[in-house]
């Protein structure tokens, strides 16, 4: 039963993913940092992902401290196996319209054992979002192409899983907080 569970939530990720709908390109990428620097990393991260909680928030520290020097480029690659992933990522780029992206993506992974269905307007209301404009955001699915943009954006550079961090185009491994900050620094020119 559970495999047969899985199959139709990997069937079903994998035609909305395929493009059912509009494909608006013209979305908002959700980035921190200096649009000029000379140090550019592109994080592809799921919500309800483990390790992501760990290093996503670990990964925004390190750019917050290097403001002049680093961007980073958040992108959305829900896992089909994860049930709240999706409407999770969608959530995030509607709290980004009401300039809050950073702060609810943040609450989103502290919180991940508590996400259910009503997780995310929950969240919206603790963060003082205006609840009408979240609310249609969300219902009408308004971000769904902005999610499915980076998802296929991480497809298409063949990434292994999440979280995955490219770093100047090149895909790093993880080794920890303080050598993640020692190897950016030194890319900074």
Same mark, same amino acid.
């Given at each position: 039963?559970?495999?047969?569970?899985?199959?139709? #939530?990997?069937?079903?990720? @994998?035609?909305?993913?395929?493009?059912?709908?509009?494909?608006?390109?013209?979305?908002?990428?959700?980035?921190?940092?200096?649009?000029?620097? #000379?140090?550019? /990393?592109?994080?592809?991260? *799921? $919500?309800?992902?483990?390790?992501? #909680?760990?290093?996503?928030?670990?990964?925004?520290?390190?750019?917050?401290?290097?403001? *002049?020097?680093? &961007?980073? $480029?958040?992108?959305?690659?829900?896992?089909?196996?994860?049930?709240?992933?999706?409407?999770?990522?969608?959530? @995030?780029?509607?709290?980004?319209?009401?300039?809050?992206?950073?702060?609810?993506?943040? @609450?989103?992974?502290?919180?991940?054992?508590? /996400?259910?269905?009503?997780?995310?307007? $929950?969240?919206?209301?603790?963060?003082?979002?205006?609840?009408?404009?979240?609310?249609?955001?969300?219902?009408?699915?308004?971000?769904? *192409?902005?999610?499915?943009?980076?998802?296929?954006?991480?497809? &298409?550079?063949? $990434?292994?899983?999440?979280?995955?961090?490219?770093?100047?185009?090149?895909?790093? &491994?993880?080794?920890?907080?303080?050598?993640?900050?020692?190897?950016?620094?030194?890319?900074? &020119?």
């Amino acid at each position: 039963m559970k495999n047969l569970q899985y199959l139709l #939530s990997t069937l079903l990720l @994998a035609f909305v993913l395929t493009g059912c709908g509009n494909t608006n390109t013209d979305t908002v990428i959700q980035t921190l940092g200096n649009e000029n620097a #000379s140090v550019v /990393i592109e994080e592809f991260s *799921d $919500i309800e992902c483990p390790a992501c #909680s760990s290093i996503s928030p670990a990964v925004e520290e390190v750019v917050r401290r290097n403001l *002049d020097d680093v &961007k980073l $480029i958040y992108r959305h690659f829900p896992l089909s196996y994860h049930e709240y992933a999706f409407i999770g990522a969608e959530a @995030a780029e509607c709290a980004g319209d009401q300039g809050k992206f950073w702060e609810y993506l943040g @609450a989103e992974f502290e919180n991940q054992k508590s /996400i259910n269905d009503d997780f995310f307007y $929950i969240l919206a209301e603790q963060l003082g979002l205006n609840q009408e404009l979240f609310k249609i955001c969300l219902d009408t699915h308004a971000k769904k *192409d902005k999610v499915i943009n980076d998802y296929n954006e991480g497809r &298409k550079r063949q $990434i292994p899983g999440t979280p995955t961090l490219f770093v100047n185009g090149q895909m790093i &491994k993880w080794g920890g907080v303080e050598s993640f900050e020692g190897y950016v620094k030194s890319l900074v &020119k």
